[in-house]
């Protein structure tokens, strides 16, 4: 029997009929403004996509195959990174061995010392055919590890991330003289967030620095196919999951056209990716929620079909990770292999309209940045003139001011947070100094709130007073103890139902709740009992009435509202209240 066709029994519909339908229901409101996302990078995201907006792209590629959007493999699989800290050899080996035996993948080395060939051999002591990376490559480490393969027929995977353009020459003599298993080189992206950068600038810098390399090597010499398998990109995975899935496909395939445009085979124009998990997005406070962002932020990653993934320990940020931090970050990439099954497919996201669109968005807005770096003489000139800074400025201009204002948040610290936790005596000072990240004018707030209170024994009290009507009064305690949290001081809510209570109240700031039409008799009355007590408590205010020239005449100090710029107005009372760095 012939199988029916189910959606043969709803007509189609046109996407105009969508939209008239939309316009209707904004009666008269800016579409633009109101359904139109303009995402950090420039791209308006519409509400949503059809087979038409993927219709003149070009899409119809296998996994596997030039130019390598979906993968440069026919699988979903990836390799699972651990990051071994240790300095010494010995005890690197040690650390490395144990975390293979517990799951991982690859190995990367990211402060070894090597001195000699047998500080060398005993670092790779019994780590098998497990793939090893040294990120802090140098040519004397290069020269042994060349020494010590070169009889190995079979050898493993062995990459550094020495960056190629730091010595032309070397690079070029090293290329000639490794074997093709080895990945000497490694050009660097991951700490572009940190400078600002978003999805557009990630995939066009380290490109850009990329032509610069390609162009060193063809000058020497070196074949492209041979120059092009020399390097690996190692870029890091942020937030946004549909915009990181979509940088990664985007970034293999602009990287497929430049090998290509140097007559490089197609075999040899896939680009290798290790993507690292953000330091950038990362907070102290409420620390285990980094363990979500990087589940995230690694399934973006391996959607992406990047090579190899490192998840940093949810601690990494203010403190040396322990065995427990480790094992829970390598165990979440365990888990999204073998229990979440993201191996099975390649390039889940192929045919999704919106996916596929925001793909092709940010390779065009990308390529038109490299051009404009090629113009400015290629990326090394380029970034030497400071057009790469001049470029990042404004997007991190905006991306600063919406961390000051709370719309980009970081749960359990600038939103949400929980006024009662404590960071102080866990964090190391100079694993604050690793990498900058987002949160920390709101860390910096909390901390000195904590110094201040170790120094007195009590933490600033803020007392929120409600009164009268309900409904605003209830969320305008809401917002502000949220607010007030943020700088980690005590919180404490009372409904006041007579002016008298105010006079007693145990507090070192006291913010009135209520509707802004209550604001102006009530408010002259609690602060006239307080005076009259002699107490000196500066009194605020939830919102930002209209009458609010003539509530400061009657002794309100501030007022507190979605317009307020946290870091600027918890600054200054944590001033008032002589709490400083």
């Not at 290790?274 to 932020?297: F, G, M, Q």
Request: proline fraction near 4%; include cysteine.
């Amino acid at each position: 029997m012939e199988a029916e066709h189910l959606l043969d029994e709803f007509p189609p519909v046109t996407t105009e009929a969508w939209e008239d339908v939309i316009r209707k229901d904004l009666k008269g409101a800016d579409y633009g403004k109101k359904l139109i996302w303009q995402s950090p990078e420039g791209i308006g995201v519409a509400p949503y996509y059809r087979r038409q907006d993927i219709a003149t792209l070009n899409i119809d590629q296998a996994p596997g195959s030039f130019p390598y959007m979906r993968s440069t493999r026919a699988d979903g699989d990836w390799r699972i990174r651990e990051e071994i800290e240790a300095e010494e050899p010995e005890e690197a080996n040690r650390a490395a061995q144990s975390a293979l035996a517990a799951g991982a993948e690859e190995i990367s080395f990211s402060r070894v010392v090597i001195r000699n060939s047998s500080d060398l051999g005993m670092l790779l002591l019994s780590l098998q055919a497990a793939p090893v990376h040294f990120e802090n490559g140098n040519e004397l480490l290069l020269t042994l590890l060349i020494d010590r393969l070169k009889p190995q027929a079979d050898s493993k995977q062995i990459s550094t991330g020495l960056d190629p353009l730091a010595n032309p020459e070397f690079t070029a003599a090293t290329i000639q003289t490794a074997l093709p298993s080895m990945v000497p080189f490694t050009i660097h992206g991951e700490h572009l967030e940190e400078e600002g950068a978003n999805s557009v600038h990630e995939v066009a810098f380290p490109l850009a620095e990329g032509i610069d390399f390609l162009s060193e090597m063809d000058a020497r010499g070196v074949e492209i196919d041979r120059a092009a398998a020399s390097v690996g990109f190692s870029l890091s995975v942020g937030a946004s999951f549909f915009f990181q899935i979509a940088k990664f496909r985007a970034f293999r395939m602009l990287w497929a056209q430049i090998v290509d445009s140097f007559h490089g085979s197609h075999k040899a124009a896939g680009a290798r990716i290790t993507a690292r998990t953000s330091l950038w997005n990362k907070t102290i406070y409420d620390p285990h929620v980094n363990v979500l962002r990087a589940t995230t932020e690694a399934m973006s990653a391996v959607l992406g079909g990047v090579d190899s993934v490192c998840i940093a320990p949810f601690d990494a940020c203010y403190k040396t990770p322990d065995e427990s931090s480790r094992r829970l970050a390598r165990n979440t990439q365990i888990m999204l292999k073998h229990e979440a099954l993201l191996t099975r497919v390649a390039d889940p996201g192929a045919g999704s309209y919106y996916l596929e669109s925001i793909t092709h968005s940010i390779a065009h807005e990308a390529w038109k940045l490299i051009q404009q770096i090629e113009a400015a003489g290629g990326y090394r000139d380029a970034r030497a003139a400071g057009v790469l800074d001049r470029a990042l400025e404004d997007s991190k201009r905006a991306r600063d001011k919406g961390i000051a204002s709370r719309r980009r948040v970081f749960t359990g610290t600038n939103q949400y947070a929980n006024p009662d936790e404590r960071a102080l005596a866990q964090i190391e000072e100079s694993r604050l100094q690793v990498a900058k990240r987002g949160a920390e004018p709101y860390e910096h707030l909390r901390l000195q709130t904590e110094r201040r209170a170790a120094e007195t024994g009590r933490t600033p009290r803020v007392l929120l007073a409600e009164f009268g009507d309900m409904k605003m009064r209830v969320a305008r305690s809401t917002f502000v103890s949220n607010f007030f949290a943020c700088a980690g001081f005590e919180i404490a809510i009372q409904c006041i139902g007579a002016v008298d209570e105010l006079a007693t109240a145990n507090a070192d700031l006291i913010v009135l709740c209520s509707s802004d039409a209550e604001y102006l008799e009530t408010s002259a009355a609690f602060i006239s009992k307080l005076r009259a007590a002699g107490r000196q408590v500066p009194v605020l205010v939830a919102g930002n009435p209209e009458s609010a020239e003539q509530l400061r005449a009657a002794g309100v100090a501030d007022f507190i509202h979605v317009r307020s710029n946290p870091v600027e107005v918890l600054t200054k009372w944590q001033q008032r209240l002589e709490i400083k760095a």
